[in-house]
């Protein structure tokens, strides 16, 4: 027999998961509401900027990675779904205005509802490396069934940072600009394009407080080689993503009453 | 029973900043932090305390500023009190602002799916109760257009009825049922009836002292966030409105001269004439469509009203109000710019404003437009007609009643005709 509150949990649990569904096939439906190409677009950002740095690789920095194009194109792949998603969330609660002040609305399904959509991005050209994968030498072992905690370690992260600068834009409303400008240097001092073991010695520990660098990292060990990833970083980097997870939720839950007034 | 609602020592502050609070991140460090703290705070709502009792209907009333909307918000859990608590146990339905939750660029099926959710219904029950929720709306036509396409009359029936169908134990409505057309807003009524009946307590909010008081079982008033008075809805809306005519009164210079509008009537003050005079209405004209000035017209033809006034010193916001009466003082018809949603801007010196009714399909008869010009929180009139522009109407057959809409009647196939063919062949 369910006890009442068990019933009442899952009766709110199951208006999260009809909620979350809804407002992300909205905000799937509103950006592609005018637009020919669709969901298309999302295959072709990444794609165009592989090529961009395949022949930088070749013509200009004579980078000598072994394959190449699923290396870069995995890194821009994680890169983009983290700094795209975080400047979406800036304005998950200021862009909502309506949702926010309908009464008994979770606000903080907002910057949830931001971060799924852009995995589902994420998910749909997730095939593209794959194929290059098993068109080049590579192979598909079973390291493949950790893909998943590496994704989930990211969208913890994504959605963490997503909460503090939701919650800082609803009072600052150029955080999305000042947030680009630190996307910008955080891109070069990630091995997107290039590899970290070409950097010296004595800048290596800058790159290990990099989440990113870790999480890239494993894509790429599962992605290209096949190999399961080093679990000695992510470990205490999902220890640290919880935490940052937990402040970033209890930040946001405490200013989110002030929320109504401000918007 | 336990209580639907139950209010305890209410108080709800906001803040006020400095104009130029900074609100941007570079501006906030540029200016080392400062008049990020606000300048001062005042109390939207304060030590209110009521209770509801399940199955009631509730009217709170007010001028516009005394905090009904704060109220409602509160009591709908959007925003925080900082004082006291709001107990409201059971599931809530709500329309507190006009097409809140919808997205323009959707469609109003999509709209009505995303609101439906959002209010606490699973999918499930949403394509269960779809076409019920449209078919109330009447927009069977329009229901895959997007949102934007839509009137506000359209979108504020989609509310409402999408809010009805989401079986609310608690009904919170925030003046809208003052938008869309009668014929509507008589359904709205209804079935706002049937959910009394069932056990729904509502509450209701307007600065309408006459329609709480034909409404409502119990009426809630408000004044500068404070509780004047909470009881039976005729006594306290009567009380709402005497006051709201003392204030009048009590401004009403004493001394001023019988004076003459340009068009000729004369206007004694405290008989024909009430306000404060801040704001002067100095000539009403009723007009034909051709701009021709009228006393008599046919019913179902259009009428202008244009209204001549100057104000000695910047009035801001002031609301323009328009209604017609019988000799013995029975409405027939009233609106004025904030009903129909208008924020009219600053005035100061001479202006005119015209109003346009397109059919004036009231039966024969001796009627008045009584004009006004109020206060921009309703608090009281700056200048107040009564009964001084007479307009006659003229209208075959009908004795009774006060419309006379075009109409026809129908016998196995066979049209008589109305009163508009009437008229043509009268002419």
Redesign the interface.
Same mark, same amino acid.
């Given at each position: 027999m369910t006890s009442p509150t068990a019933l009442l949990q899952r009766k709110q649990l199951?208006?999260l998961r009809?909620?979350l569904?809804?407002?992300v096939v909205?905000e799937m439906?509103?950006r592609y509401?005018r637009s020919v190409l669709g969901i298309v677009w999302s295959l072709l950002n990444p794609l165009f900027q592989m090529l961009v740095f395949i022949f930088l690789s070749r013509r200009v920095l004579s980078l000598d990675i072994p394959n190449y194009p699923s290396f870069v194109f995995t890194g821009v792949l994680a890169w983009n779904w983290f700094q795209s998603t975080v400047v979406a969330t800036t304005s998950a609660i200021t862009a909502n205005r309506?949702?926010v002040?309908?009464?008994?609305?979770p606000m903080a399904i907002l910057p949830v509802v931001t971060v799924t959509t852009n995995l589902i991005h994420f998910l749909l050209a997730l095939p593209i490396p794959l194929v290059f994968l098993l068109a080049g030498s590579g192979r598909l072992t079973s390291a493949i069934l950790v893909l998943p905690l590496v994704i989930a370690l990211q969208f913890a992260l994504i959605l963490g940072l997503g909460y503090l600068v939701t919650t800082?834009n609803v009072?600052?409303?150029?955080?999305q600009h000042?947030l680009a400008v630190c996307f910008m240097l955080l891109f070069y001092m990630t091995p997107v394009f290039y590899d970290a073991s070409l950097v010296p010695s004595r800048f290596q520990i800058v790159y290990h407080l990099n989440p990113m660098f870790h999480l890239i990292t494993a894509y790429r060990a599962i992605l290209i080689r096949g190999d399961l990833p080093d679990f000695c970083p992510l470990l205490p980097l999902a220890v640290l993503i919880g935490v940052l997870l937990w402040a970033g939720y209890a930040v946001f839950q405490r200013a989110s009453?002030r929320f109504?007034?401000e918007l | 029973m336990p209580d639907a609602i139950v209010v305890e020592n209410l108080g709800k502050r906001? &803040?006020r900043y400095h104009a130029d609070r900074?609100?941007?991140?570079?501006e =906030?460090v540029l200016r080392g932090l400062r008049r990020m703290t606000p300048v001062e705070y005042f109390w939207a709502l304060h030590e209110v305390s009521f209770r509801i009792a399940p199955g009631r209907m509730v009217g709170v009333v007010g001028p516009n500023g005394a905090g009904k909307s704060t109220l409602l &918000?509160l009591l %709908? %859990?959007? %925003? &925080?009190p900082d004082e006291g608590q709001v107990t409201v146990p059971g599931r809530?339905g =709500?329309l507190?602002?006009l %097409?809140?939750?919808?997205?323009p660029?959707?469609t109003g099926r999509?709209n009505v799916?995303?609101n439906g959710?959002?209010a606490?219904l699973?999918?499930r029950e949403v394509t269960r109760r779809f076409d019920s929720i449209v078919d109330f709306a009447e927009l069977e036509d329009f229901i895959d257009q997007p949102m934007r396409t839509y009137s506000t009359g359209m979108q504020m029936r989609l509310g409402f009825s999408v809010a009805v169908h989401t079986d609310p134990d608690i009904l919170?409505i925030d003046e809208i049922l003052a938008v869309g057309d009668l014929a509507f807003q008589h359904k709205c009524l209804e079935r706002i009836e049937q959910f009394r009946a069932e056990g729904c307590t509502i509450v209701l909010v307007s600065h309408d002292a006459s329609a709480i008081k034909r409404l409502c079982d119990e009426a809630l008033w408000l004044r500068h966030g404070r509780l004047v008075a909470y009881g039976p809805a005729d006594v306290v809306a009567r009380q709402y409105a005497e006051e709201m005519s003392a204030e009048t009164r009590r401004r009403t210079p004493a001394t001023q001269p019988i004076v003459r509008t340009s068009t000729g009537e004369e206007l004694r003050i405290n008989e024909n004439r009430f306000g404060s005079l801040e704001m002067e209405i100095i000539a009403v004209r009723l007009l034909n469509p051709a701009g021709l000035p009228v006393t008599e017209l046919n019913s179902g033809d259009p009428l202008q009203v244009e209204i001549e006034y100057t104000a000695s010193n910047s009035i801001p916001e002031p609301i323009f109000g328009v209604t017609i009466s019988q000799e013995d003082g029975q409405i027939c018809y009233d609106t004025s710019t904030d009903l129909d949603g208008h924020r009219l801007p600053t005035v100061h010196g001479p202006g005119q404003i015209t109003f346009h009714i397109e059919r004036l399909d009231l039966i024969g008869g001796q009627y008045y437009v009584d004009v006004g010009v109020y206060e921009r929180e309703w608090a009281y009139a700056y200048d107040y007609h009564w009964h001084v522009y007479p307009l006659i109407v003229r209208s075959t057959g009908g004795k009774k009643g006060i419309l006379r809409p075009p109409h026809r009647w129908e016998m196995d196939g066979a049209t008589t005709r109305g009163p508009i063919a009437e008229r043509r062949t009268l002419r």
């Open positions: 199951t208006y009809d909620l569904r809804e407002l909205r439906k509103l509401k309506e949702l002040r309908r009464p008994g609305f800082v009072t600052f409303r150029d955080t000042i009453y109504v007034e | 906001f &803040r900074p609100t941007t991140l570079k =906030a &918000r %709908g %859990g959007v %925003g &925080r809530i =709500a507190l602002d %097409g809140v939750g919808f997205h660029d959707l999509e799916f995303i959710v959002i606490g699973t999918r919170l």
